[in-house]
């Protein structure tokens, strides 16, 4: 149930049409140029949405990130003064490793739980569509008010979680979690987990259901069991998905920086501190914008490559 | 042997529940406090009478929200540039995506692949220079400064997935319909659009919740009340260091209401779509 979408069945080969429809076809088109002439007129909003909003801030972003640019204020051309500061700057080296582990850490959190939710649903149950349902309110609502209810679990003297841990009585003493330099990463982490982890669920179920049940039911009859049919037929069947649902999810999980700013600001001591946080606190709390550039774009050569071969990727797939 | 099977089918079946509970409690939890905490007086949501259930549930706290805050007009502001930029979205969107599944022209491919790589731009590396020019604009505390820049990110993800479910209508009902005369924008609103609604759904839910759920660009592009959207309204229960959680857990759980709604109105077609890119190939 692929959604009927594929493009080689529904974006017809020329050749294959019969003559009699071609040659309407023929007669009714426009003149090529005419049609060229339509197809750039019915793009132009789209690429001025391109070029104004995405292509001319970012190559904007490049320029001001060779700036001395207070908020406000015209900027000063300094070269590469932002970058060289960056690099002797003890906090940008810890924002690359907790932006490493806050990321590889999430994003495998996130597939193997998405991956076991999704093995779970595609079993035969009833009332499946419901819990379906409710596993990925979480992915419905918006970001900020998850990190703001996570927030509020977490607070040590009236939070649900301390709350709950002394009256069942695992603890006596109050924990703080988002300020506790060895429990704060954890505790970021865990609510990125639970926030992104129906997106997997949603495309890794949607692959698991696509796969023909014969193939199983062949595996079955030749005594395979369910651990070789799952790495025999589910995974490499599933490895696309696989692929392009990590590394989209890495971009989004990388740049967003709600759950840091609102559980913890980057603390205790920089312990959560991330790129696209710091980005934001240079350019917004310091009033720095050039520096709040040059910090986003130091980050963006890891990224761009994974943009890239998403990309390809995503294209490829709906191409012709 | 095919004893051992079942058998093993019966074990996985029964860790399959089991793990299905616990993931449910962990998903839901944060949510009953959410509401939980909306129904509480202060007195047991701090200090050492903190209750894990409203003993004594009351509105208090929704009350206070509409008669002491700006809540109102955080909601009138998130619709107006929710709708704006969904309605925008779906009509630039069309357009363009029926150019490229349908006309033929020089820069088709690299359109199509700039459109891809833009959506792929995240807004945390977009937000600096976009503020500048915003501000060089006058755009700043503005519902069309920000509608503009929401744009940014839902017009190439709806051209995107658009293109694709146009390439999937069949040509010959097009072509019928060009047979009667119609132009191509004719055939485009008569033929090609009235099939495509799965996808129109898709990308009118994924503009629509986007733009709500926006949080970085409403929070930087926007001081003033009277522009404020309501997820960066929710921080200003934060007033230095003191948190207002029962009318701040009311707020959350009222705003998380619309992109719910709308996400279990369009379910069906959501979990298609957004999932179009990843299943196929």
Redesign the interface.
């Known amino acids: 149930m ?6 080689a069945v ?3 080969d020329e050749r294959a049409v019969p003559t009699p ?1 071609l040659r ?2 023929r007669r ?3 003149t ?1 140029r005419h ?2 002439r ?3 007129a ?2 132009l ?3 001025l ?2 070029l104004g ?6 190559v ?2 490049v320029y ?1 990130s060779l700036q001395n ?1 207070p908020v ?1 204020a015209p900027g000063r051309f300094v070269g590469l003064a932002n970058y060289a500061e960056l690099f002797r700057d003890e906090v940008f080296f810890q924002t690359v490793r907790n932006t490493i582990v806050y990321t590889a850490v999430g994003v495998s959190l996130k597939f193997v ?1 998405g991956l ?2 999704a ?3 595609d ?1 035969e ?1 009833r009332f499946n569509n419901v ?1 379906r ?6 992915w ?7 990190a ?3 927030r ?2 977490f ?1 040590d ?2 939070g ?1 979680l301390n ?2 841990l002394i ?1 069942v009585g695992l603890t006596r003493d109050i924990i703080s979690w988002l300020a506790d330099p060895r429990l704060a990463m954890g505790c970021v982490i865990a609510v990125v987990v ?1 926030q992104g982890t129906p997106f997997y669920t ?2 890794f179920l ?2 698991l259901q ?1 796969i023909p049940r014969e193939l199983y039911e062949a595996a ?1 009859i030749d ?1 395979a ?2 651990v070789r049919q799952f790495v025999h037929i589910t995974v490499p069947r599933l490895r ?2 696989f692929l ?2 990590v590394m ?1 999810s890495t ?2 999980t990388a ?4 759950f840091v700013l ?1 559980l913890t600001r980057g603390g205790p001591a920089n312990r959560t501190e991330i ?2 946080h710091l ?2 606190v240079t ?2 709390g310091a009033r720095r ?1 050039g520096m ?2 040059a910090v ?2 130091a980050f ?1 050569p890891l ?1 761009v490559i994974l ?2 071969l ?2 390809r ?8 | 042997m095919p004893r051992t099977t079942s058998g093993t089918r019966l074990l996985f079946r029964w860790i399959g529940n089991g793990l299905l509970l616990v993931m449910l409690v962990w998903t839901l939890v944060p949510f009953y406090w959410m509401m939980a905490t909306s129904l509480k007086a202060d007195q047991e949501i701090y200090g050492f009478e903190a209750t894990l259930v409203p003993h004594h549930p009351t509105l208090a706290a929704y009350v206070r929200l509409f008669q002491q805050t700006p809540f109102m007009k955080y909601v009138r502001n998130s619709t107006i540039i929710a709708v704006s930029t969904t309605a925008v979205s779906l009509v630039f969107g069309c357009l363009g995506a029926y150019a490229l599944a349908r006309l033929r022209f020089r820069g088709r491919r690299l359109i199509a692949r700039g459109l891809v790589f833009t959506y792929l731009v995240p807004p945390s590396l977009l937000f600096i220079p976009l503020f500048a020019m915003m501000s060089a604009l006058s755009l700043v505390d503005t519902h069309q400064g920000l509608i503009l820049a929401y744009l940014g990110f839902t017009v190439p993800f709806c051209t995107w997935l658009l293109m694709g479910y146009f390439r999937s209508v069949p040509l010959e009902l097009e072509e019928a319909a060009l047979v009667d005369g119609c132009t191509r924008l004719g055939a485009l609103i008569r033929v090609v659009l009235p099939m495509s609604l799965p996808a129109l759904a898709v990308v009118a839910f994924f503009s629509f919740t986007q733009a709500w759920n926006e949080f970085l660009y409403a929070n930087v592009f926007v001081n003033s009340v009277e522009v404020r959207t309501i997820t960066t309204g929710l921080t200003l229960f934060i007033v230095e260091d003191v948190f207002f959680w029962g009318p701040m857990m009311g707020a959350a759980f009222l705003s998380a209401l619309p992109p719910l709604v709308v996400y279990l109105v369009f379910q069906r077609w959501v979990v298609k779509g957004l999932t179009l890119g990843a299943v196929k190939g």
């Open positions: 692929t959604s009927g979408l594929d493009p529904l974006y017809p429809v309407a076809r009714l088109s426009l090529r049609e060229a339509l197809a750039y019915l793009l909003p789209a690429l949405v391109i909003l995405v292509a001319y801030p970012f904007s972003a001001l640019k406000g739980l076991t939710m093995l779970i649903l079993q149950r819990f349902m409710l596993l990925f309110v979480p419905a609502v918006p970001v900020v008010i998850a703001l209810n996570w509020w679990i607070d003297l009236s649900f709350n709950f009256t639970w949603m495309t949607a692959g696509a079955e005594g069991s369910v696309t998905i392009t649902t989209l971009i989004w740049t967003n920086l709600q609102i790129f696209p980005a934001y350019a917004l914008l709040g550039a986003s774009l963006f990224l943009i890239i998403l990309t990727r995503m294209l490829s797939q709906t191409d012709d």
